[in-house]
């Protein structure tokens, strides 16, 4: 018992940096998953508890910009979320490699690990709050990729880009905000001066914005969950 014991430790303490994350590093993706995962679970209670079959469930997004990474739309196809490219025909197959790319997420999922290890932090994309099933998010998100200015010139608007999106999506006008929020309720965003932070995008007749400590909350949670296991492990010793 005491051999099996110490080659436990042993092989602990041989462990790789690069396979332990620091605990700042786990505090950010537990605030990060409270945010993002917390109201999709509070919302399912409700449902439940009111015997709701009529709304749809709230579900939880990532729209990513492959020209960030060209990783992106090759791990997308290759995990088991569904995911989409918002360009289609022509311009997927010859943009697909930098064009946006939604994705549902879902929690403990290998894709929403694979965001908040590799992409979280580095302006990737904006996190999405919706009712709506994927397909036809699509349909809604695509509306926006072109916006036309005052000259009638065309432009691409890469709005999923969160630096870009905190700074010009609050400025849409009335018509703007009622056509680009229909169905969606809720829009993250990293805030690029500063990742442990993230901003809450909603409308409520204007457009809100709510800034999150997500480090914070993740310190928070990570010491619950530190003394939870201590009275756990105190009364396993206490039972033996």
């Not at 994350?21 to 439940?48: N, T, V, Y």
């Amino acid at each position: 018992m005491q051999d099996r014991e110490r080659w436990r430790q042993d092989m602990t303490l041989d462990l790789p940096d690069s396979l332990t994350a620091s605990p700042e590093q786990e505090a950010l993706a537990l605030g990060l998953e409270h945010l993002i995962f917390d109201p999709i679970e509070e919302d399912a209670k409700r449902r439940r508890d009111e015997s709701d079959e009529t709304t749809p469930p709230l579900r939880a997004y990532a729209l990513l910009d492959a020209a960030q990474s060209p990783d992106i739309p090759i791990c997308l196809e290759g995990f088991s979320n569904p995911a989409r490219c918002l360009f289609d025909g022509d311009a997927y197959d010859n943009l697909a490699e930098v064009a946006p790319w939604l994705v549902e997420l879902t929690r403990y999922s290998d894709v929403w690990d694979w965001f908040v290890e590799e992409g979280y932090g580095k302006d990737w994309g904006i996190l999405i709050h919706s009712r709506l099933p994927l397909p036809r998010l699509k349909t809604q998100l695509k509306r926006f990729l072109r916006v036309e200015d005052e000259d009638s010139d065309v432009y691409f608007f890469k709005y999923y880009r969160p630096e870009i999106f905190n700074k010009y999506v609050p400025r849409f006008d009335s018509i703007q905000r009622s056509t680009f929020w229909r169905e969606i309720e809720a829009i993250y965003s990293e805030y690029h001066r500063d990742p442990q932070k993230l901003i809450r995008h909603h409308l409520d007749g204007e457009h809100v914005e709510q800034e999150y400590d997500i480090l914070s909350t993740g310190r928070r949670r990570l010491k619950t969950s530190f003394e939870l296991n201590n009275i756990s492990g105190a009364y396993s010793q206490i039972e033996r």
